[in-house]
């Protein structure tokens, strides 16, 4: 039996009516997730209008916690500025009568896919189990002379009193049924996309090993071919996907993703595994609720004074700041005292509405553990960049980044590979770098990489071809298990 809270922007007893629980986002940030709580079910009706607002980390740490979600996150990502015609599986034919009739243009408010107007209920309803949200905007349009469909994220906080009314019932029944998904088409033939971007400065791969990737895809029965973004639009024909470029959430290799996995391709880096490993807010949380050893870790909304002592009074100096999203050491940043502090959290917040604050513990080398569905597969020590205390100086001209070791994994320390491991599994089963530092027998997992480096004469220092084998072999038998 579930057990369903509804999220709002500010708790207010008058916002909805009904027996079920409504909390603030600002509760559900700080007393969830509950030791032995039911199974819970969460209805995000704050503002997910712009990137990385509250209701965007809501249905993101949602998510870390286990709770079941509406909208997920992958929803409100898809639904950035989205636009359909007549290319995109969607016939809007039969609503051209109707909105020549309302002057070109007809708008209605979806409420878990049910609409005041029943002429609209199968676009509706259609919609909503492509894109799963509480309130969804559709317009309808012409434009150069084809009709179209905008489809948005609409806050509850923007609904009249009237929509309100609208809006009650459907939320009561929608919580007696069962929660949709939508499915995924099934492949047809054994063709590989690898995604690069040749302009990129600090690529995943480098381009020996891509043609290792190429030449082990064939030894595996699959064609693999490299493709660049201008591209993208050509997915559909192939049978799978790996994305060899930088990934993050508001980008196109995250929206690449989500097309091919519709397109049912199988799917490396998956778009599940990008927004959990590109966003360390669920990262952080997710560690914590699966208790794998970090850092101690703070997540903070605002630079005031009472933060800021609270934040000197658990870390004191230096800490660590980062952003919510980054790679390659980006977003990250150390400070030594109150004002750099102070100054940093404002400028941060500016952009986000969540930092994160963690401990300071240099070490001379973090470990990257290699993992591929579940399994560890390669193993390297990457030093910090001469005089830094990162691996890598973005602000240095020379030595951007220090050496590296490749050992094999049997050659690791078991608590090492123990605790990369448990942090792979809070993230899914697609190809991870994971990112520890250690102490003694203490072990400390700094983040999960869903796009880890693998390059010629790095990561496979050690296995060599083989390395690439493992990874194309692992398409193989999940192409093979799709029935193709």
């Known amino acids: 039996m579930y057990k369903t809270i509804i ?23 700080q007393d969830y997730p509950k030791r032995n709580e039911p199974k ?42 989205l636009t359909l015609g007549a290319d995109d599986d969607v016939n809007l034919g039969g609503y051209a009568g109707l909105v020549q009739a309302a002057g070109g243009e007809l708008t209605c408010i979806a409420y878990f896919g049910w609409v ?30 084809e009709l179209r469909l905008s489809v948005r994220r609409h806050a509850y906080a923007r609904l009249s009193s009237e929509q309100r009314a609208l809006f009650q019932p459907r939320l009561d029944r929608f919580i007696e049924q069962v929660w949709r998904s939508s499915s995924a088409r099934k492949p047809s033939r054994w063709d590989l996309a690898i995604l690069i971007n040749p302009e ?55 929206r690449l993703a989500r097309r091919a996995e519709r397109e049912g391709l199988v799917v490396i880096d998956d778009s599940t595994s990008i927004l959990r490993c590109c966003n360390k807010v669920f990262l952080h949380d997710a560690f914590s609720y699966h208790r794998v050893p970090s850092l101690r870790t703070r997540t903070v909304i605002s630079a005031g004074e009472a933060e800021l002592d609270a934040i000197e009074e658990q870390f004191g100096y230096p800490c660590v700041l980062k952003m919510p999203e980054g790679s390659f050491s980006r977003g990250v940043f150390k400070v030594d005292t109150r004002e750099e502090l102070a100054a940093r959290l404002t400028e941060l917040l500016s952009d986000t509405a969540l930092v994160l604050v963690q401990e300071y513990l240099y070490t001379d080398f973090d470990w990257r553990i290699g993992v ?45 590979l123990d605790a990369a491991l448990k942090a792979c599994r809070v993230v899914g089963q697609g ?53 193709r």
């Open 7 to 29: 999220v709002v922007d500010e708790a207010d007893s008058q916002l909805l009516e009904g027996t079920q629980e409504v909390i603030s986002f600002e509760r559900y940030l």
């Open 40 to 81: 819970t079910r969460i209805i995000n009706l704050c503002d997910t209008e712009y990137y990385l607002s509250r209701g965007y980390y809501c249905s993101l740490l949602a998510e870390a916690r286990q709770h079941r979600v509406l909208p997920t996150i992958s929803t409100i990502n898809d639904l950035r500025d």
């Open 116 to 145: 005041e107007d029943e002429r609209l209920t199968r676009l509706a309803r259609r919609m909503f189990d492509r894109y799963p949200a509480p309130l969804l905007c559709l317009r309808l349009f012409e434009e150069g002379g």
């Open 200 to 254: 990129e400065r600090i690529p995943p791969s480098d381009s020996e090993a891509i043609k290792r990737f190429v030449t082990a895809a064939a030894k595996s029965g699959i064609n693999a071919e490299t493709i660049t973004a201008r591209q993208a639009g050509q997915i559909a024909q192939y049978d799978a996907l790996f994305i060899r470029e930088t990934t993050a959430i508001d980008h196109y290799t995250y």
């Open 372 to 416: 591929l569905a579940g399994r560890a597969i390669y193993a390297c020590r990457y030093h910090m960049a001469r005089n830094h205390w990162q691996i890598y100086n973005h602000g240095a001209k020379r030595h951007s980044s220090g050496g590296f070791e490749t050992l094999p994994t049997f050659e690791v320390p078991k608590v090492v």
């Open 431 to 483: 190809l991870y770098g994971v990112d520890i530092k250690q102490k003694g027998q203490q072990v400390y997992v700094l983040e999960v990489n869903d796009n880890p480096s693998i390059e010629h004469r790095v990561e496979d220092a050690y296995l060599g071809k083989e390395l690439y084998m493992l990874i194309m072999a692992e398409f193989q038998q999940r192409l093979e298990r799709r029935g």
